[in-house]
Structures are given as structure tokens and as C-alpha cells.
């Protein structure tokens, strides 16, 4: 018997503190950083230490783990290198494009922090042309077809991601000695949706009055979850996902805090978000919405995924731009002469609104959950989180007018007739 139990394992697993704990005779419990536990066997071999997984503890017993440690140890001692011949056994078992991609992915769990988006891209963009085929049969021809299939479908960025990681696809493959040239090698992003230039589009306090004003006449189409969304980041200057995929137990109404954590955030770096009245009030209203979902933003839709997805609010303003990605008849712009702009460029005015109302630049960055530079960033410990409470209750100030979420929006759904 060794020194770990199924109770102990469980104990650590929950307690979650990184780190590698031993059973006894080779065999750990590795508590990573970042991912999902697992076991892990520790042996020497002409005299190099190394390290073979095993499994995942949620797919893994402890005496199961325990028997494929002794597995293990019995292949050694007949000269056997149990990682060498699991390379060995894994070659062999990778015949299509998608067996290689369960491969690359098994790597990017572990050092990716958010691995979900290249599977997304390719279940979505390559799986369905070539998932099934042979490795050996997939052609530059069948690259090209895909990428310009995106690319058309009005993704230029979601085109050259989908490059990037075919071309990181088959080199995992190069470096199995599955292939031996990489169809995706000649490609770039020219070839697929273009370069991508920084953008600077930030809107103007008249044309929020005008957008908003728009959202609300397209109410049959532009949700209300979607207009308070747009809301909540034009006045918190928060990205996208942090919001439309937050739960309800990261937000304290009463105190008017939201503590998102550096798990959701895309920085990694947690921070303590102050809450304006306007933006709690939105809140409050969302919460009835959500009818008693732990999610802000729960999917309309029956769907695996139970948050709004992350294309909806992309999708909703560009069909009022008269843009409808993958449908042949486009709908009518609705936006008139206001100049296109996308869901990021609602941070990016949220910013332009502090910096217009004055708002020190330093804390304006930490608004924006920007990392500070130099000394300033090395030694300031206190986070600004009063002087950055001031500075979103004045964005606020700025746009609720343009917003008037509760007055034109509540009158306009019952049919009150809204008092001026």
C-alpha cells in the first residue's frame, strides 16, 4: 500500500495547492498550476530521470493509477522505456486529421490558458472538410479551400487564426514523423483574411446617443440582453467574454463591487471592478432576466453552452451594419452613415470617455485592467479602486443619458408612454 488514499487524494485535488505528491514506488499526484490533476510515474532510466502521465485523476483511479504504475515498473525492467512506446503506440493510432488533433490538443491543455479556443475553430472551420481525411492525403488545394471559406464568410480574423493553427496543426505531425512536409507551410495571412491593422475606432457622445437610440427602434432583433450588454462594457470598459460569461457569485450588488477573478480574466490578473448606480441598476434588471441563473448573460438558445455565445453581440451589430456573416441575402443597414465599429471598440470608447473626462491616464489603464508601467507598476500595492469608482461613475454620467435604459426602454416593452 502506499502512503496516499482515496480521501486524501480527494482532499488535495479540492484543496488545490500546485504541487507533486508521492504515493510511494514511483507513482505522484501532480496538482498543476494550470489544467486538470493527474497521475504521474517517476523513473530512472540509463540514468535519466523521467516522468510518464498517466491519466487524469477524474478519469483515473487511485488502484487503477497504482496498477499502471506496476505496469510501468515491469516494462522497465525488461529495458522497455514506457514513454518511448507510448510515442510508438500513439503514431500508430494517428491516421486522420482529426486523431492528430485530439493529439496536438492533449499538449495544449496543458500550456494553453484558454485551449477551448483553437478546438472551437477547428470543430467549426476544419473538422467538417477535412476531419475525416487520411494525414498523408490532405493537400495544399484542401488548405486553401478552407481558409478562403472564412475568409468569404466576412472573418478576415477568424481566417488567419485558422491558418495559424492548421500550420501549428501539421508541424505537430512533422515533429511525430507523421508527415513530412506541411500543407499549410506556404500559406500567410494574405492568403487567408489579410493583415490585420490595429484599430482606433472609438465613438463619439453623439453617436452613442445615435446607437442606442437605433438599438432600441430594432428591439425585434437587437435584444434587450444584448443592449444592456453593450451598456455594461461601454461604461466598465471590460473585454467581452469577462462579461457575457460572468456568473452572479462574482458580483456583490449592495456593496457595488465585482470581483472578477484571474481566472476569467484574459490578463490572468484579478481586480476588484466598482460598481456605478447606472451600471448596478442594469445589473438588478438583468438578474430578474436571468431567472435564477448563476449566469449574468444564460443562453437563450438550447445549446451545450449555458452563457451567451461569444459571437451573439459580434453577430447582432453587424446585421444592423447590413452584414450577416454566411447568408447570401444581406439585411438592410440599419446604422445609416455611422461608421462601422465592432464590440472591442466599446472598450476602446470607454476609454476614450475617461480620458475626455479627465481621468488621470494611470488610472484610466487600471480602469481598463491594463497593467501599469515602470516604478509606478512595480510599487503601487493599492489598485486605485477609489479613484477608479469616480472615474467609471463619470463615463457613467456621460453615457446614461444616450442609455436611459429604464425610462425609454421599460416604457417602450409595456407600452407606457414615457414622461419627459
Known sequence: MGSLTAKKVQS???????????DGNGLYLKVPRKGAPYWM???TLAGKRRELTLDKCDDLSLADARLKAAEAQKAIRDGVDPIEERKRQEQILIHTVR???DDWYHDLEKRLKHPRIPKRIFEKEVAPSIGHQALENVTPMDVRGIIRK???SGRPAIANDTLMYLKQLFNHAIKLGLLTYN??????????GGIERSRDRALTVDEIHQVFQIFRDNRESFTRDNYLACALLLVLGVRKTELTEAQWSEFDLQGKRWNLSGERSKTGRGIAIPLPPHAVSWLEELKI??????YVFPSRRSSKRPHMGKD?????IAKLFGKEPGKKQQPENRMGDIAEFTVHDLRRTCRSLLAAAGVPG?????????????IEGVYDRHDYFEERKEALEKVAALVEPAIDVKRQMHAEDTGEVATT
Not at 362 to 370: P, T, Y
Open 12 to 22: 488535495l485535488i479540492k484543496d488545490g495547492t500546485p504541487g507533486r505528491y508521492s
Open 41 to 43: 510515474h517517476r523513473y
Open 99 to 101: 486523431e492528430l488533433f
Open 150 to 152: 472564412v475568409a468569404s
Open 183 to 192: 500543407p499549410a507551410a506556404a500559406f500567410s495571412v494574405n492568403d487567408a
Open 289 to 294: 432576466r436571468a431567472c435564477g441563473s448563476p
Open 312 to 316: 451573439t453581440l459580434n453577430r447582432a
Open 362 to 374: 494611470h488610472v484610466a489603464e487600471r480602469c481598463l485592467n491594463h497593467k501599469l508601467r515602470g
